[in-house]
């Protein structure tokens, strides 16, 4: 079979670059579709990124984030292609987080779509997409590339070939990179003798979150615990800042909270600060309940959205302590330890393994021989 290409077509890592100073071997593309999904894959891509002789190249689709997603991709150093050049060449292997365009560009293709604390798979704008999946599978159907959708837990993979059996056949876990690298963080932390408490705040994207349920729980936890003996620290799920902006997301704060609150901006870590933290304040989204699954005391926002019976949301809400507006916050601050098994159980049936599984995932799709251990 010809190239799909035409003659006089110069490969992504030619043009414009010149000589290649590192041998490249294999060509990876990551297909980015919001800001939140980059975290996410930016995360599970750095299980190969180390592999000698494999580029990693990021992509964007045509859409509205296109330059918060700029912005992001910059921010972390990724190098770039656009997707115009993109859909025209072939990669050793894709890999998006949600089925929309996924599979124009050429290639082996993984997916890792998010699994909602309901149970859901889900696309970047958190509705279900199996639908979706099944119909990019029926399109990739007359192609030898092969294709994977990776998900957390056999929960979720189990569901998938229950509802949807041609997409379920293409579904192994991969375990949460999230989970994992914050496990690590955690064990790896150095405790700290004296000083401030830590409290960090999370709140995940839309009405039912912290920041769209409980404005107000910010303002509290500025204005009531005291500065001398807490440190304040907020992370905003990616999403947020992109529909919102950075600086009304600051006006409609507060001039306490501003003075008070660190923000993290998209892309910075907070695995160092969760693993630091004395106390979380968070919801029904994953960085909580990762947070959660790691022993960290944890305080919900009230009210707590009704969960899902046996979903992870679920045991979250089980495991944290929701805040009573009706009285002072500080005096809520009490915590007993208590366990957490079901909380990781519903987040990864692969704990600390998501690299090793990610590597041989990413190895076989790519026709790679040799040992994928890090």
């Not at 995360?43 to 984030?65: D, H, K, S």
């Not at 994977?148 to 569901?159: Q, S, V, Y």
């Not at 989970?179 to 839309?206: I, M």
């Not at 190895?363 to 040799?370: A, D, H, I, K, N």
Request: glycine letters at 8%; a positive charge.
């Amino acid at each position: 079979m010809g190239s799909p290409f035409p003659a006089d077509f110069t490969p992504w890592w030619t043009a414009g670059y010149g000589t290649p100073t590192c041998d490249v071997r294999r060509v990876v593309l990551v297909v980015v579709h919001s800001v939140a999904s980059a975290e996410r894959l930016y995360t599970a891509v750095r299980a190969i990124e180390e592999v000698p002789g494999l580029q990693v190249v990021f992509t964007r689709p045509p859409g509205p984030a296109e330059v918060p997603i700029g912005d992001f991709l910059a921010t972390i150093g990724a190098l770039t292609t656009p997707w115009e050049r993109a859909v025209r060449e072939r990669f050793d292997l894709v890999i998006a987080a949600a089925p929309a365009g996924a599979g124009r560009p050429n290639g082996a293709l993984l997916l890792l779509p998010e699994v909602s604390v309901d149970g859901e798979i889900v696309d970047q704008h958190g509705r279900c997409c199996v639908t979706a999946l099944t119909r990019l599978l029926d399109r990739r159907s007359s192609l030898t590339e092969p294709t994977l959708i990776g998900l957390p837990h056999l929960r979720a993979m189990t569901r998938l070939r229950a509802i949807a059996p041609q997409a379920g056949r293409h579904a192994v876990v991969v375990g949460d990179p999230g989970y994992d690298e914050l496990s690590d963080a955690c064990r790896n932390r150095v405790r700290t003798v004296g000083g401030r408490k830590l409290g960090l705040v999370l709140s995940a994207r839309g009405p039912e979150s912290l920041l769209g349920r409980s404005p107000a729980l910010l303002r509290r936890l500025a204005s009531e615990l005291p500065a001398r003996e807490v440190r304040l620290v907020c992370r905003l799920d990616a999403e947020v800042w992109t529909r919102h902006g950075r600086r009304q997301l600051l006006a409609w704060a507060g001039r306490t909270v501003r003075e008070r609150v660190e923000f993290l901006p998209p892309g910075h870590g907070w695995q160092e600060l969760a693993a630091a933290a004395d106390f979380i304040v968070g919801d029904h989204g994953h960085d909580t309940a990762r947070a959660a699954a790691t022993g960290k005391p944890l305080y919900l926002a009230n009210p707590v959205p009704k969960p899902v019976a046996g979903s992870l949301g679920e045991a979250v809400a089980d495991y944290g302590t929701i805040l009573d507006p009706a009285f002072p916050l500080a005096s809520q601050l009490r915590w007993k330890p208590r366990p957490t098994a079901r909380i990781a159980r519903r987040l990864t049936s692969a704990p600390g393994q998501s690299t090793s599984l990610l590597r041989r995932h990413c190895f076989r799709l790519m026709r790679l021989t040799g040992s994928p251990a890090h």
